[in-house]
């Protein structure tokens, strides 16, 4: 793994589990890093992770605590629809 490529698994499992507190979270889209973060963009809206959270997830996935996950999830941002018409 390149030092600037973070495992794409590892943010889509992250996705997962934070769809496991709140379903409205959707599906992954797409990233981008910006220096220590990475913006995923889902099905739903955006969320924001850091890249050293993404590789907790690569690489020890248990340490990362439920409430972690809660209080990352409660920052979810949800996409505004466009009205028709």
């Keep these: 793994m390149s030092q600037n490529t973070l495992p794409l698994y590892a943010i889509v499992e992250l996705l997962m589990r ?5 379903p409205q979270i959707g599906n992954y889209k797409n990233h981008s890093e910006r220096g220590d973060n990475v913006l995923v963009k889902t099905t739903n809206g955006t969320i924001q ?20 996950l809660e209080s990352l999830a409660s920052r979810f941002r949800r996409r505004l629809r466009k009205a028709k018409g």
Excluded: C, W, Y
């Design 18 to 22: 934070l769809a496991g507190i709140d």
């Design 49 to 68: 992770l850091s890249k050293s959270l993404v590789l907790s997830q690569f690489n020890k996935p248990e340490d990362i605590q439920k409430r972690d």
